[in-house]
């Protein structure tokens, strides 16, 4: 998986969980955030509290990439979901591709 957005952009990204038979997973009660780094580096984080889950019950939560947080330097990071269900079960994603693409504006 791949996500991309210019340089200086706000976009939205929306997370839906579901379990393996394709069911949708609850995450209202669920704990997020969302990492973005530069190797091991942070380059900024989205706490639970930045986090919409009014579509919990129905798998899903999303949150918002600002224009401040994405005005860094053009290039390839990685990205990093974790959804926390209770202390014995945490959703760590698998290290996901984000690129900033350089503003042309």
Known sequence: MKVSMKQGAAKT??????????D????????????IRKRTEKVFEIADADFDKTEGADGKASCIITATMSDIMPMLYVMEVKCVFNADNVDKSEDIDFEILKSTT
């Not at 990204?13 to 394709?22: K, Q, R, V």
Request: proline residues 0%.
């Open 13 to 22: 990204l929306t997370f839906t969980y579901t379990d393996s038979a394709g």
């Open 24 to 35: 949708v997973i609850d995450v209202s009660a669920c704990t997020f955030t969302l990492a």
